[in-house]
């Protein structure tokens, strides 16, 4: 046998070994875990909870909702006692998901592929300040990600995923999603280097939009394009266009809410057909 041959057999030995020991310390945590000595048997959460990045980073039920995953009774095990919270109130999500996310030593283990400070940025972005502000339909984690079907953005069913997230934001910008998904941006933004709506919106940091977003050096078109560019000249006078609308006051505020809409098809005229005035017909019965 050559030395090429040897070393062949013995990665291949190794990795065989490797996944053998892989799949019985998996066998033996699923065993050890009551919670789903349980939940395996019954339908719902815990079959879609089989997919989740959580699942697959042997991070059980009592990771986030405490408990005893070694007691088999389950009045014990899912007693306060043991640390159980069953729910989470939808304005304390946020925090509660942040207790690991943004815990720097706690998410290293698993070598996360974006920052950890996501819970400060979700914080003061206007999705956080409007949930903070008591506004209980503003987007938290759970919206955009899923709950107990939560996978890694790298998966293309991953709700926040590349190919995925402007239909997450659709729902509940559906108007805008739509004028988007028209335009050659939406076309064009559906891959890890153009993630969707995040490009020139961000993510977890995300701010209320402004006409400033469209003009200077600082602006979401200048990573890619140019200051001469005609792009560039178009974002300029949809600005413009969008300013003069801000100006007029309370009379054009309907017309300026439909522009910021269509502002997304990045089709000056269109913007233009939509800030017009709506005409009423008139009343028959009147006289």
Same mark, same amino acid.
């Given at each position: 046998?050559?030395?090429?041959? *040897? ?43 089989? %997919? ?50 943004? %815990? ?28 903070? @502000? ?30 995925? *997230?402007?239909?997450?934001?659709? =729902?509940?910008?559906? @108007?805008?999603?739509?004028?988007? @998904? ?65 100006? @007029? ?22 913007? =233009?057909?939509?800030?017009?005035? *709506? ?9």
């Amino acid at each position: 046998m050559t030395g090429s041959a *040897v070393k062949f057999e013995v990665c291949w030995r190794r990795t065989i070994l490797v996944g053998l020991c892989l799949l019985l310390g998996c066998a033996a945590w699923a065993g050890e875990d009551s919670c789903f000595d349980c939940h395996r048997v019954m339908e719902g959460m815990s079959l879609r909870f089989t %997919n989740d990045i959580h699942f697959a980073n042997a991070i059980s039920c009592a990771g986030c909702h405490g408990g005893d995953p070694r007691e088999s009774d389950q009045n014990v095990a899912m007693s306060a006692s043991r640390g159980f919270k069953l729910r989470v109130q939808r304005r304390d999500i946020p925090v509660f998901c942040g207790r690991c996310h943004s %815990n720097t030593n706690f998410m290293g283990k698993y070598q996360p592929q974006i920052r950890v400070d996501q819970l400060a940025q979700y914080t003061n972005s206007v999705h956080g300040q409007r949930l903070a @502000a008591g506004r209980k339909r503003a987007a938290e984690c759970v919206d955009c990600h899923g709950v107990h079907n939560t996978r890694a953005i790298s998966d293309p069913l991953s709700t926040a995923s590349p190919q995925r *997230v402007s239909q997450t934001c659709a =729902k509940c910008h559906a @108007a805008t999603a739509e004028a988007f @998904a028209d335009s050659r941006h939406g076309k064009l933004f559906n891959t890890p280097r153009r993630p969707g709506c995040t490009v020139c919106h961000s993510s977890h940091a995300m701010k209320s939009a402004t006409t400033a977003m469209l003009t200077g050096s600082t602006s979401v078109c200048a990573p890619c394009h140019r200051p001469d560019s005609k792009s560039a000249r178009l974002a300029e006078e949809i600005a413009q266009f969008l300013t003069g609308l801000e100006a @007029a006051g309370s009379g054009s505020k309907e017309a300026l809410a439909r522009a910021r809409v269509a502002v997304h098809s990045m089709n000056l005229e269109a913007l =233009k057909l939509v800030a017009k005035p *709506v005409s009423t017909p008139p009343d028959p019965d009147e006289k």
